[in-house]
């Protein structure tokens, strides 16, 4: 059975991250459709899809609609410029405004990107559940990764998940866009270790051809399958898939249930190890498998209690 919380004691407190969308604060109409659809989280896009003539009237955008928009259950996270940008303290203003669940900062290269945000964070006040989301976007990104999350335990750091940033990726490096993502599968395995090392969410590269739906769902599947939490997602058409491929299936349901209820017999008690059907089975498996169940329940309450 694949593990969505491999070392959860080590982890922040869970949040569903399956499809994670981005929005341009530029774009009103893509802004105004949010409400609606069914993705776990949002972002909203104050960088790289707002142009630098925009960047005001993106923040105005932003924050009139969030205060005229309940997101109900969908995690709002704010990217904002470079923090060596001039848009940078303007951005982290509209922040302090809005207070959404994280900012996600862009091309984080080392662990000072981080702790100088946490820092401004403290000095302005802000709750704790203000946190803090580090895109890994960059070679140096790439090669910094396990001390970037290990910034995510220390006091005050906030940090609580890594964003993957594969174009920016293949800019640098000048690996192309390949069917399977290929040579690129060693740099995400490698943000993948370190976020997990550190217990932090970990949310998988955009998949740019949002009208090849097979290819993206093949995407989202490597991405469950290397051990990714959910995907960046850059259109509404792609929610499904993603919420599809990085939720439980019935297969994974129906084992992590038998592991619970195994463990839940009086002869059983105490045990760290027992033999289910003829299949050695360690209580970390019904950590997992309760972790599971706890997902599966977060989800269907949602489809019990729509927006």
Not at 101 to 129: F, H, M, N
Request: proline share 5%; net charge negative.
């Amino acid at each position: 059975m694949t593990s969505f919380r491999e070392n959860q004691t080590s982890r922040h407190p869970f949040k569903l991250r399956r499809s994670v969308l981005t929005v341009p604060a530029i774009n009103r109409r893509a802004l105004d459709k949010v409400a609606a659809l069914d993705c776990d989280a949002v972002i909203f896009d104050l960088e790289d899809s707002v142009a630098p003539e925009k960047k005001t009237e993106a923040r105005t955008n932003l924050l009139d609609f969030l205060a005229n928009t309940d997101l109900d259950h969908r995690e709002c996270i704010i990217r904002v410029n470079p923090t060596d940008s001039a848009f940078f303290q303007d951005d982290m203003d509209a922040v302090f405004a809005c207070m959404p669940e994280a900012v996600l900062l862009p091309k984080v290269e080392d662990p000072d990107a981080v702790q100088s945000v946490a820092d401004l964070i403290g000095e302005r006040g802000a709750a704790e559940g203000l946190r803090i989301w580090a895109m890994i976007e960059t070679p140096r990104g790439i090669l910094n990764a396990a001390a970037i999350a290990a910034s995510g335990r220390t006091a005050g750091s906030r940090l609580d998940a890594f964003v993957v940033g594969l174009n920016d990726l293949r800019k640098a490096t000048g690996v192309p866009a390949t069917p399977g993502r290929t040579y690129l599968v060693p740099w995400l395995m490698q943000a993948v270790l370190a976020a997990r090392a550190y217990g932090l969410d970990v949310i998988d590269s955009v998949s740019n051809d949002f009208n090849d739906r097979e290819a993206f769902t093949s995407e989202c599947h490597q991405g469950r399958a290397m051990g990714f939490d959910g995907k960046m997602l850059i259109h509404p058409a792609q929610i499904d898939a993603a919420n599809a491929a990085f939720g439980p299936s019935m297969t994974e349901i129906d084992e992590a249930r038998l592991v619970v209820s195994a463990f839940a017999r009086p002869d059983n008690a105490g045990l760290n190890v027992i033999n289910l059907d003829g299949r050695m089975v360690e209580r970390l498996h019904l950590d997992e498998a309760e972790c599971l169940l706890a997902k599966l329940k977060v989800i269907q309450d949602r489809k019990v209690n729509p927006t």
